[in-house]
């Protein structure tokens, strides 16, 4: 009435209350539990999003504005419990403790509307969700074009709801440009990989210990990664940077066995991981069995680990899991 204009979420919120509901009120303590699980990435613009895509089958939280105010009031609700649905799934299912690891934000929309649609799935409507997981991760499936993309995946996690299985045979091929690409901590492509890295249970280099993903994945620290044939010593050889810091060079590994091994040359190392486990986890950190003496060519190295990661990530686009 002032003439001052107002956000949607402003909007909405004046338009939906009630002495019962305050539609900001519940955004926030929404975003307060999420943030206690981990999950503080998650923001209004986006849970604003999904509550779009659960009561309208849209992603533009401009759109809410015309549906009516006790649809938004039972959208919210929907949303709630396919919210927390969602984390569970992405712990549980894919052992991704934190949001900031699904490749693409936007990722965590469709899983949202599986949830608001599916309140109980079947093994198989839960496995053809974590097929359009991984299909969606490791093709970089939302680069461009995202959001007729997602549109697309809710009609999809539809059928799934119908009893059809739209995510078998999709003919989707995992290429090894994924895993050849730069290490930087928040590019996409590294938070694919670091996923499917976290589905063998990577195991410590010097203990054999399981690698505590909660706290690995909570800090996303850069420390807890490593190059398996450190920069520094490949820079002795005459290897540039640029060259040594390939996603095919990484795997998990604890601050302190980081700071331990350092810039050891693979050979000395590798003999420092007991004897009796090393099976498990050379095979843990998908480290190929050719490798295991740590005497191949760096070049050799990334193009038989390129192989490997890209043979374990066709697993996961085909079967949904290892």
């Avoid at 981990?38 to 659960?54: C, F, H, N, V, W």
């Avoid at 490791?138 to 999809?156: C, I, M, W």
């Avoid at 090393?278 to 070049?299: H, Q, T, V, Y």
Wanted: glycine share 6%; net charge negative; hydrophobic share 45%.
């Amino acid at each position: 009435s002032s003439g001052t204009p107002l956000s949607s979420m402003e909007l909405l919120t004046a338009w939906t209350w009630s002495d019962k509901f305050d539609l900001r009120r519940e955004i926030e303590l929404l975003l307060d539990k999420l943030a206690d699980k981990g999950y503080e990435k998650i923001d209004q613009p986006l849970l604003m999003r999904m509550l779009a895509s659960i009561t309208i089958s849209s992603i533009d939280e401009n759109d809410l504005v015309d549906v009516d105010p006790d649809a938004l009031v039972a959208g919210v609700g929907d949303l709630k419990g396919a919210i927390f649905s969602a984390v569970d799934f992405l712990e549980g299912q894919l052992k991704i403790k934190n949001v900031i690891f699904v490749p693409f934000p936007i990722m965590i929309i469709p899983i949202v509307y599986f949830y608001a649609k599916i309140k109980k799935p079947t093994a198989n409507q839960l496995l053809q969700l974590r097929k359009w997981f991984w299909q969606c991760a490791l093709t970089q499936r939302y680069k461009a074009g995202t959001n007729r993309l997602v549109l697309e995946d809710l009609s999809k996690m539809d059928m799934v709801s119908d009893g059809i299985n739209p995510f078998d045979d999709s003919g989707v091929e995992v290429k090894e440009s994924v895993f050849k690409s730069s290490w930087r901590i928040n590019s996409t492509a590294a938070k694919a990989t670091l996923c499917l890295m976290a589905q063998l249970r990577p195991r410590s280099f010097l203990t054999g210990s399981e690698v505590d993903l909660g706290s690995v994945l909570s800090g996303y620290n850069a420390r807890q990664f490593h190059h398996i044939y450190p920069k520094a010593y490949l820079n002795d050889q005459g290897i540039s940077f640029h060259e040594a810091n390939v996603i095919s060079n990484i795997c998990f590994l604890s601050a302190s066995e980081n700071n331990a091994i350092s810039d050891e040359a693979p050979e000395i190392y590798f003999k420092k991981i007991p004897i009796g486990q090393s099976d498990a986890i050379f095979g843990a950190a998908l480290i190929p069995e050719k490798a295991r003496n740590g005497k191949l060519s760096f070049e050799e190295f990334i193009d038989l680990r390129t192989k490997e990661l890209t043979r374990v990530g066709q697993l996961l686009v085909d079967q949904g899991a290892i």
